[in-house]
């Protein structure tokens, strides 16, 4: 695909005035041929490969930032599901292996590595489920280390089992971390209908279909749509509306392929895809509910924003796809509330709240996203929680996911503080009433019937 002078000098502009960034380069690494019979070969294998196939990623996207003048605000890596490269392992800890991957991570300079994972949608071995139980250890003795859980898919359905096993991982998570607000539990995910080839944390992981390395970028542009949306006549109508949304996720699509192919070129390993998401940050100005409120509401939250957040969701695709032939992960708009100004705004004054949340995941790319609720919440609420956005996932045939984060000690209306990206969240209510008993039922809610398709 070539770039004219024109695209590329257009892009500076909003890099320069509208908060345009690439938000990652993230080398997705195939770690398969990292097992072995031990798990401190494992950990021995895992950690030389990264720093082997990674060495060279920073200073690369850096330079090629410099160059373009595009800012890359991450560099990241992906690796294969641990808990599949585990599988035969005997004797040591699984937290050994996470702290080598997390090692190997700090020595090349990434800001975040994904992939303790595991792929568990319709049941799991006795090794996944010791897998499973080592998440909260390993998420709370490393820095850099992301982990996420499949629990469901529209061909499989619901695992209700490994629902409510993480609704106790993330009660687990949390209390490990209690003296940083829960911090554990933003660095997990759990996925209906995972992607593997999503360059986003904290829910990256390399596929087992995915080639040996590859480079994918992730790019977010919400300042720039909302500077667009912002400026547009008050009186146009939302199809012309979404036409300027989707002309301008053409041209952030470009300038990302742009960064990924030619940091794929220099590295020596195949461009994966393009992930165009509208991904917020706690920068005034780059908030995706503030583009919800500039196209015609007084607050994000509030009736008819489901509508218009659809809408955007579906701009935001077409524009990737008229771009670039390699548009993939999720590729949408993100509403993580913790990271977005405009949601927590929006929350502390009543307008947005965790039902207006679960009914804007049916429509937008991901699920509820670094929600925190109160550090009473019983594990098996949060575990209602991950299933009703399962269900919305496995319905839909989209993907949908839950970080949520139960604050160890705080109570609705205060807030956390978790630095960073990760930004700060007010704490927002649940329910009351107890849904323990279904959890405790466990099994599977079979696959609906449109999942026959062969």
């Given at each position: 695909?070539e770039?004219?002078?024109?695209?590329i000098l257009?892009?500076?502009?909003?890099?320069?005035?509208e908060?345009?960034d690439?938000?990652?380069?993230t080398?997705?690494?195939s770690l398969?041929?990292?097992?072995?019979?031990?798990?401190?070969?494992?950990?021995?294998?895992?950690?030389?490969k990264?720093?082997?196939?990674?060495?060279?990623?920073v200073?690369t996207?850096d330079?090629?930032?410099?160059?373009?003048?595009i800012?890359?605000a991450?560099?990241?890596?992906?690796i294969?599901p641990?808990?599949l490269?585990?599988?035969?392992?005997?004797g040591?800890d699984?937290?050994?292996v996470a702290?080598?991957?997390d090692?190997?991570?700090?020595?090349?300079?990434?800001d975040?590595?994904?992939g303790?994972?595991a792929l568990?949608?319709k049941?799991?071995?006795?090794?996944?489920?010791?897998f499973?139980?080592?998440?909260?250890?390993a998420l709370?003795s490393?820095?850099?280390?992301?982990?996420?859980?499949?629990?469901?898919t529209t061909?499989?359905?619901i695992?209700?089992?490994?629902?409510g096993?993480?609704?106790?991982i993330?009660k687990?998570?949390a209390?490990r971390t209690?003296?940083?607000g829960?911090l554990?539990?933003?660095?997990?995910v759990?996925?209906a209908?995972?992607?593997?080839?999503?360059?986003f944390?904290a829910?990256?992981?390399?596929?087992?279909?995915?080639?040996e390395?590859v480079v994918n970028?992730?790019?977010?542009?919400?300042g720039?749509?909302?500077?667009a949306v912002?400026?547009a006549?008050?009186d146009l109508?939302l199809?012309?509306?979404?036409?300027?949304i989707?002309?301008?996720s053409?041209?952030?699509?470009r300038a990302g392929e742009?960064v990924?192919?030619e940091?794929?070129?220099?590295?020596?390993?195949?461009f994966g895809?393009?992930?165009l998401s509208?991904?917020?940050?706690?920068?005034?100005g780059d908030?995706?509910a503030?583009i919800?409120?500039?196209m015609?509401?007084?607050?994000?939250g509030?009736h008819?924003?489901?509508?218009?957040?659809?809408?955007?969701?579906d701009?935001?695709?077409?524009g990737?796809a008229m771009?670039?032939?390699?548009?993939?992960?999720?590729?949408?708009?993100?509403?993580?509330v913790s990271?977005d100004?405009?949601?927590?705004?929006?929350?502390?004054?009543?307008?947005?709240?965790?039902?207006?949340?679960?009914?804007?995941?049916s429509v937008?790319s991901?699920?509820?996203?670094m929600v925190?609720?109160?550090?009473?919440?019983?594990?098996?609420t949060?575990?209602a929680?991950?299933?009703d956005?399962?269900?919305?996932?496995?319905m839909?045939n989209k993907?949908?996911?839950?970080?949520?984060i139960?604050?160890?000690?705080?109570d609705?209306?205060?807030m956390v503080?978790?630095?960073?990206?990760?930004?700060?969240?007010?704490?927002?209510?649940v329910?009351a009433?107890?849904?323990a008993?279904f959890i405790?039922r466990?099994?599977?809610?079979?696959a609906p019937i449109?999942?026959?398709?062969?």
């Amino acid at each position: 695909m070539e770039y004219t002078q024109a695209e590329i000098l257009q892009t500076v502009a909003m890099t320069e005035m509208e908060h345009l960034d690439v938000r990652t380069v993230t080398l997705g690494l195939s770690l398969l041929d990292c097992a072995s019979d031990s798990l401190a070969g494992v950990a021995q294998k895992a950690g030389d490969k990264i720093r082997k196939f990674a060495a060279r990623l920073v200073p690369t996207v850096d330079e090629i930032g410099e160059q373009f003048g595009i800012r890359v605000a991450n560099k990241r890596i992906s690796i294969t599901p641990v808990s599949l490269i585990t599988e035969g392992s005997r004797g040591g800890d699984l937290v050994q292996v996470a702290r080598a991957i997390d090692d190997a991570a700090g020595t090349v300079g990434v800001d975040f590595i994904g992939g303790y994972s595991a792929l568990v949608q319709k049941g799991a071995t006795p090794s996944e489920t010791r897998f499973l139980d080592s998440i909260p250890a390993a998420l709370s003795s490393t820095q850099r280390l992301c982990s996420s859980v499949n629990a469901a898919t529209t061909r499989a359905g619901i695992n209700m089992d490994v629902v409510g096993h993480v609704g106790r991982i993330i009660k687990d998570a949390a209390e490990r971390t209690r003296d940083q607000g829960g911090l554990a539990c933003a660095k997990f995910v759990c996925f209906a209908n995972a992607v593997e080839d999503n360059p986003f944390m904290a829910g990256a992981f390399h596929g087992v279909s995915e080639a040996e390395a590859v480079v994918n970028v992730g790019v977010s542009g919400p300042g720039v749509v909302h500077h667009a949306v912002r400026h547009a006549d008050r009186d146009l109508p939302l199809q012309d509306l979404a036409e300027t949304i989707k002309k301008l996720s053409f041209k952030l699509a470009r300038a990302g392929e742009l960064v990924g192919r030619e940091a794929a070129k220099r590295l020596g390993i195949p461009f994966g895809i393009i992930d165009l998401s509208l991904a917020p940050t706690p920068v005034p100005g780059d908030s995706v509910a503030n583009i919800i409120e500039a196209m015609g509401f007084e607050r994000a939250g509030t009736h008819g924003t489901t509508a218009a957040l659809a809408l955007i969701t579906d701009a935001v695709k077409k524009g990737g796809a008229m771009a670039s032939g390699s548009v993939g992960g999720m590729s949408g708009a993100f509403i993580p509330v913790s990271e977005d100004a405009g949601m927590i705004e929006a929350t502390q004054l009543g307008a947005l709240s965790l039902a207006k949340l679960e009914a804007w995941t049916s429509v937008c790319s991901v699920g509820i996203d670094m929600v925190a609720v109160p550090g009473s919440t019983s594990a098996e609420t949060i575990a209602a929680i991950i299933a009703d956005e399962m269900a919305i996932g496995v319905m839909n045939n989209k993907t949908t996911a839950v970080r949520i984060i139960p604050v160890p000690g705080r109570d609705v209306g205060e807030m956390v503080e978790f630095g960073g990206l990760l930004g700060s969240a007010p704490i927002m209510p649940v329910s009351a009433f107890s849904c323990a008993d279904f959890i405790r039922r466990g099994g599977r809610i079979p696959a609906p019937i449109h999942s026959l398709r062969n």
